[in-house]
């Protein structure tokens, strides 16, 4: 059995970046790998849909809809957008940040709200506040890819340079300061 | 060595190990990284094209003289280089000779989802069809032996889900190019009609040859009744529906989709086709007398690309099985749209704001093209995009058509790549449409490839023709407005102008400026100046720039790149620099 990973966030986020270091992880650990990516019109500043599937033997490389075992998004307008990749009991989990969309005004905390009482197995993770505290939004990837490994069961990808190590371990912390989510 | 791989980058390994010695390309989605990976082997002959015909030709010339060589392209891009690949297939060739499509399922990133695998057909050109990284590399290695052999070039057939895919791939060290050197063969390389009608006759036997030789490229997996025969990445899904709905089947993978292997037909009277695209498997299937169930018949869509579920529903349905699918949960608000825009500070976004000003009430209509500028469809100026050089070319047919005012928009890159015989026709026949060349110095639509616009200046080009030519800077967008008036005066006497509109793409300054450590000036609102006009945000339309529940603008300071553009059309001076605009302008220039 593969584990379906969808990630999203804007085009500039790294969103790319992410799933090839969840891919990198995955495949140190002697896993079979593919990551599905789109590139092109997704980079202008476009919502950016990275699926990555890992597993002893993995052949489709996409995830379809309602297959996602989880959901992992550097932006919250994006992650209601790929709420319906999720999975019954799939995990959710979100950066607290809104990059806001063009012609519609979204409230940071109204969204998160949302998000968090409609889907039961929901993370909220401040990567973007973390990443601006280490001195650049830049690294909101990375903190996210600490907070998500352990929920993964994967480890650190060996690929990471000192500054994005740090920020996996600034993520890695803020998982251990947050209470589980299938309460 | 075992590597996470792109599709593109295992092809552009395969092709090393295979000994490529000639490698051309034009940047197109989902088939750019094909050549990009291939750039930084110095011994080999490797070159960004000006269009996909003149890719075609170097690698078809060099594979004649006997070279191994490779052409890569988009879906689409076979359609520019489908007068040589016709040929290609009478002359055959000495060296191997690789055709390389990416083709674009679902279109993420293209204008229509031609299945490539028809040219296959109807030049009578083999194609490979790989279904993941892994064995695009092998595949991309061992067709300049398979071509040798035939003495034919071979086309690989990607898909968007198998050229950006990573995966595990094994690599082997790269072979030492193959040269080679052109020997005269008049009856065989010169096609006039005495000569082709010998080739025609050899063409069609060496197809019926060639049947046997994709037989070879068959693998048969499991067993039973049911009989799944598919190609490419159709497979993957193939595989994982198999499991999920417990059947036990017998799975037919064909490495070679076209010509369909006479042995197929062996196998079963009845089969079940999955296959990437339009049905080509199957309708050589059923010429060759089996029963198929697949897209013929709707087992399977017609359109959009396939996925576990859609395989899974489709071999469901052609058995008669009941299927349960994943019923996708609903958001707890309505994600609003966010269409891709163009870069925040993109001087492209100046040009489009300068050309509304300069043609106020005069209703043009806009004349589009691909690359970064179709996104000026959010400004409402890209009234029309078809294809390559459509801007210039159908621009023009309107012109004439109704005497109508047509503004053509077209980028620096397209426009070596399409415009240029273009501008003979409007020349000559003196067609008064505005064309506008957005040159920022780079195929910036793909990723920022080298656009031959500082070697070959547009308007040295467009002078020589004897088109009257002015040139702009679009983030001084007061003083463009005018000169763009200018050109409008020419219009008006009822004859053709061009506008050249250069700034380099904002992408490569940034990038450029990070890795120097320049930091550039960051634009911020004066909350009292600003009154909520909107011409930032729904005229110049930034994206950097959104707005506020009380319509005031908000810049967000980690997109801002310092281009003042917004500075420049506010008429309230509410734009606030932090840090110098003049000499961040003039680094950026030389970007």
Known sequence: ?183 | MRLLLLGNEAIAYGALSGGVAVATAYPGTPSTEILETLEEFKDRFVHWAANEKTAFELAYGAALAGARALTAMKHVGLNVAADPLHSAAYTGVEGGFLIITADDPGMHSSQNEQDTRWYGLQSYVPVLEPGDPAEAYKMAKAAFELSERLKHPVMLRSVTRVSHVRAPVELEPPAPPKWGRFTRDVKRFNLVPANARERRKELVEKWEKMRDVAGEYVAVEGAGDVVVITSGVAYNYVKEAVRRLGIVATVVKLGISVPAPRKVAELAKSVIVVEEGDPVVEFQLRAMGVATKGKLDGYFPKYGELDIGKVTAGLAKALDLPYDPPRPPKPPMEPAPRPPALCPGCPHMGTFYILRLATAGLNPVWSGDIGCYSLGINMGQQDLITHMGSSVGLGAGIAVAGRQFVVATVGDSTFYHAVLPQLVDVSTRSIPILIVVMDNAYTAMTGGQPSPSRAVPVEKITEALGLPTFVIDPVDIKRSVEVVKKAMEVIKAGKPAVVVSRRPCTLVAARKARRAGVQWPRYRIDPDKCTGCGICYNLLRCSAISKRPDKKAYVDPALCVGCGMCAEVCPFGAFVPEGRRDRWLELWQQA
């Not at chain 1, 790319?16 to 969840?22: E, S």
């Open chain 1, 1 to 183: 059995m593969a584990t379906s990973i969808v990630v999203v966030g804007v085009g500039g986020q790294g969103v790319l970046t992410l799933a090839k270091w969840i891919g990198e992880a995955a495949m140190t650990e002697g896993y079979d790998v593919r990551i599905a990516e789109i590139h092109g019109m997704s980079q202008r500043g476009g919502s950016v849909e990275v699926h990555v599937r890992f597993g002893r033997e993995v052949y489709a490389p996409i995830v379809e809809e309602g297959g996602a075992d989880f959901v992992i998004a550097l932006e919250a307008v994006e992650a209601l957008r790929a709420f319906r990749y999720l999975k019954p009991g799939g995990v959710l989990v979100v950066n607290r940040r809104v990059i806001q969309p063009p012609g519609r005004w979204y409230d940071l905390g109204e969204v998160i709200e949302a998000i968090r009482t409609s889907w039961p197995k929901t993370y909220i993770a401040p990567c973007y506040d973390v990443a601006l505290g280490l001195g650049s939004a830049l690294y909101e990837n990375s903190v996210m890819l600490g907070f998500v490994s352990q929920l993964l069961g994967l480890p650190m990808p060996p690929s990471l340079d000192e500054k994005n190590r740090a920020a996996f371990h600034r993520g890695a912390q803020l998982l251990q300061n947050t209470p589980p989510a299938d309460q």
